[in-house]
């Protein structure tokens, strides 16, 4: 799978987990910050997507700056998922 498709597919998989209403996988940009600005997500959807990279790509990172630095963009995912072979 490119990243281009796996980042289409996170979007997805973000909107389905964290119940975002009335945001489509368009209105994400894949390189916007998902916390404060772009999205504006906080600590709890910040769960829930390490629980999303866990669930579905078997991720899990301890070391919570890590978490912080994958969890800085839907490409920042995307790459992690490549770079571990998960996709």
Not at 6 to 28: G, H, M, V, Y
Not at 29 to 57: C, H, K, Q, T
Request: glycine share 4%; charged share 30%.
């Amino acid at each position: 799978m490119s990243e281009e498709e796996l980042i289409e597919q996170l979007k997805t998989q973000i909107i389905e987990a964290l119940s975002l209403e009335d945001i489509t996988p368009a209105d994400i940009d894949p390189d916007a910050p998902l916390f404060v600005e772009g999205l504006g997500l906080d600590s709890i959807d910040a769960i829930e997507l390490m629980l999303l990279l866990e669930r579905n790509y078997n991720i899990h990172i301890d070391d919570p700056k890590k978490r912080r630095e994958v969890l800085t963009s839907v490409r920042t995912m995307a790459q992690l998922i490549q770079s571990q072979g998960k996709e």
